[in-house]
């Protein structure tokens, strides 16, 4: 699984963006589609998760606190794409934002980096206060 990441930019605080992934290799209805973001100078840290199909508590996408509200997680299996729409964008929300997709099983977390093999190279954010 090959993934693209594009979407970002600079935004003015208070601002949306929409990231975008594309995947390739192989079709996105069996994996977990996740966003990351990095920011200098510290740990790459979960954004948020859609699944393959909805858990056991009916819910498909979870979020970081500081995401819930603000972020909206969806895919497009047909056009083999996850985006992240962002909105009230504040300046620590500056990172580098990742894509990954790991195949869904039941002992996954989702939200820990190091299960996921599959990553795109990482699209930039940039908030100005």
């Known amino acids: 699984v090959q993934l693209q990441a594009s979407g970002g930019g600079l935004v003015q605080y208070g601002g949306s963006l929409r990231l975008s992934c594309a995947a390739s290799g192989d079709t996105l209805s069996n994996l977990a589609l996740a966003w990351f973001r990095q920011a200098p100078g510290k740990e790459r840290e979960f954004v948020a998760v859609?699944?393959?199909?909805?858990?056991?508590?009916?819910?498909?996408?979870y979020y970081e606190g500081f995401a819930k509200g603000r972020f909206i997680i969806s895919r497009d299996n047909a056009k083999n794409t996850v985006y992240l729409q962002m909105n009230s964008l504040k300046p620590e929300d500056t990172a580098v934002y990742y894509c990954?997709?790991?195949?869904?099983?039941?002992?996954?977390?989702?939200?820990?980096?190091?299960?996921?093999?599959?990553w795109g190279q990482g699209t930039l954010v940039t908030v100005s206060s």
């Open positions: 859609n699944l393959a199909s909805t858990d056991w508590s009916g819910n498909n996408a």
């Open positions: 990954a997709a790991v195949p869904s099983r039941p002992s996954l977390s989702y939200t820990e980096a190091r299960e996921y093999p599959y």
